[in-house]
DNA sequence: CGCTTCGTACGATAGTCGTCGTAGTACGGT
DNA sequence: ACCGTACTACGACGACTATCGTACGAAGCG
């Protein structure tokens, strides 16, 4: 599988808001992939795993930033980190930190803008499969 | 990554729609996943691989099946056997001996059952992928 | 029948992945 | 200053994956 070499840098150091409520604690920044360097094979690997699938459906049901520590996963917190960072680096959330939690929220406007029409297909088969499986 | 061991030979061994465009030559049967048994998670990581999800877009522009041999990829005939097979083994191809060759076709009324819209949003961002990227 | 073509099966190997535990860093409250 | 909370980093381990080479089986053609 190729790889998105994470080691570089620099670079996609831009938060979009700015939060401006606060002070805007941008301390830590973590490293985000540019819009134009999301790959899909990488979106779909992010999304070909069980619990980050399930992230990113709750993430987008609720449609707002929410905390690592927010979500309920059957793992531990090494294997939790392991996972945003898998669905930060392929470009499917974006992370920053606020005070001592990290936020993540969907990268909607940039997976639209690539992939026209892609996540909402995605989200939608996967409510249709939870609804087909758990419908026990 | 769990779930659909794929050691265990016999089981599975349904052939779900049957396809008979012509005589049906099924002296060797493959075993394939039924409708109901493909995984949107096992069908997202088969197309998270750059070669599959050639094949599967190859496949899908033809709109017919081709051989296995018509394909002209950068690996051995073995690991080409290995794709195809995970592509079979999770729903995506069907695939029927014809002779000597053996015939793929994209299962896309399966996936169309299953996931409404999902297969062309897929096809449409690989398109848009290759676009961006092969634009140089 | 022998030979070629098409594809499989069976190792083998190197790399990746998901998972864990432990130790560590950063922030915020008391 | 201290401690708790939130998350990370690193190392490890087992399982899976992609790749290969060689050997084999099945269908067709001379």
Redesign the interface.
């Known amino acids: ?2 790889g998105t070499r994470r080691g570089s840098p620099g670079e996609a150091a831009r938060r979009s808001g700015a939060t401006v409520t606060s002070a805007a604690v941008n301390s830590r920044d973590l490293p985000h992939p540019a819009r ?1 360097e999301i ?4 979106v ?2 992010a ?4 619990l980050r ?1 399930r992230i990113v459906r709750e993430l987008a049901a609720v449609g707002d930033e929410l905390s690592c520590s927010h979500f309920d996963l059957p793992v531990t917190k090494s294997t939790t980190t392991h996972h945003f960072r898998v669905l930060r680096e392929s470009g499917v959330i974006q992370q920053n930190y606020r005070g001592t939690a990290k936020l993540n929220g969907l990268r909607k406007d940039d997976l639209d803008g ?5 996540l ?3 989200l ?3 409510a ?2 939870a609804d ?1 499986l758990g419908g026990a």
């Open positions: 599988m190729d134009a790959r899909l094979e990488g779909l690997h999304l070909s795993d069980p699938l690539l992939f026209p029409g892609l909402d297909a995605l939608g088969a996967a249709r499969e087909r």
